[in-house]
């Protein structure tokens, strides 16, 4: 049984074998219809609980269709709805849920909601968002630029922004995946040091540069987010966007990264704010690839979880 809570607490041959998975299991599929399913059943007769306690319509989605299409059955649970919300335990629902279902995904806030529930729960449970992480994302961030620009490995990523989860977890494969990583954005919002520290222990060159032209030079990816995160207090929001402005991703950034650059977001996008439409809907623009791959990684992560 295998948990998949963060990309830096798995084996870095698990990842690349998700990812190859991923991509495989993508083109299997060859364009039929979205409920069809897979030819191998691999989730046959299992059953997936998804529970979120934040909004959702990616990971909510992808996950759902994804548990379908490999042949297993998904209940979609919000937190709030059920006695987590009002009192009982994570220990105790773990307990109780993993004598129903096969599998737990989670999105939370507090990442140590996930670890109690990946610690009682005889089930794996992956983390589909927490304050601090978003694994399942950047999975589908590495597949998507994979696809597009082959390996990964040795290229230079530049994050434009907050340092939030979602940066987080491009630190960790940074350090899994062997590729540079630049965060730009103010010294308030920089990312966690742990995790930079823990990247770079694994061999990444992760690089801090505040003036957002000098940092996208060479670049061979750059990636936005929104500036106000779910777990951010919307107080903050003025004070965010002002500190944020400078490094939104407009043409003229990207003009200044490489001819081919690609651009990504996690979506959803806040449209002229962290990211012009020029850029979303441009030529360098991979961000619906990235949103279907949400798919194809999370059914690879799932096999990986219940080794199927
Ligand atoms: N990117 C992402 O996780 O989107 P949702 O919040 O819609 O799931
Ligand atoms: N950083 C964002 C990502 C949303 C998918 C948030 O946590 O709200």
């Not at 959702?56 to 998904?74: E, K, P």
């Not at 040795?154 to 989860?165: E, I, L, M, S, T």
Request: net charge negative; with cysteine; proline share 5%.
């Amino acid at each position: 049984m295998n948990h998949f809570l963060d990309i830096h607490k798995t084996d870095k041959a698990a990842l690349r074998s998700i990812i190859d998975q991923a991509k495989s299991m993508k083109s299997a599929r060859n364009g039929r219809p979205k409920a069809a399913p897979d030819d191998d059943q691999p989730l046959a007769g299992r059953m997936v609980a998804l529970i979120f306690e934040k909004p959702s319509t990616r990971t909510r989605v992808s996950f759902d269709v994804g548990v379908r299409q490999m042949g297993g059955q998904s209940m979609v649970l919000s937190g709030n709805e059920m006695q987590l919300g009002h009192g009982e335990t994570i220990a105790d629902t773990a307990r109780v849920l993993s004598r129903y279902v096969d599998l737990i995904m989670i999105r939370t806030f507090d990442e140590s909601v996930l670890e109690e529930m990946a610690e009682y729960a005889s089930v794996p449970v992956i983390n589909g968002l927490t304050d601090r992480t978003h694994p399942c994302q950047i999975m589908a961030d590495v597949q998507t630029f994979e696809e597009h620009r082959g390996p990964i490995a040795g290229k230079k990523v530049v994050w434009c922004g907050d340092g939030n989860n979602v940066c987080a977890s491009f630190l960790h494969a940074a350090g899994q995946f062997g590729f540079d990583l630049t965060f730009s954005g103010p010294v308030q919002l920089d990312p966690e040091m742990e995790f930079v520290g823990w990247a770079r222990n694994e061999g990444a060159t992760i690089t801090i540069e505040r003036d957002p032209m000098r940092a996208v030079e060479g670049a061979d990816l750059i990636v936005a987010d929104t500036w106000v995160s779910m777990h951010d207090a919307q107080s903050a929001k003025e004070r965010r966007h002002n500190m944020l402005r400078p490094y939104q991703v407009n043409a003229k950034l990207m003009e200044a990264a490489k001819p081919d650059a690609l651009f990504m977001h996690c979506l959803p996008a806040h449209r002229e704010e962290e990211v012009t439409s020029e850029v979303m809907d441009g030529p360098h623009s991979v961000i619906w690839d990235e949103a279907e791959n949400r798919l194809h990684a999370q059914k690879a992560i799932m096999r990986y979880c219940l080794g199927a």
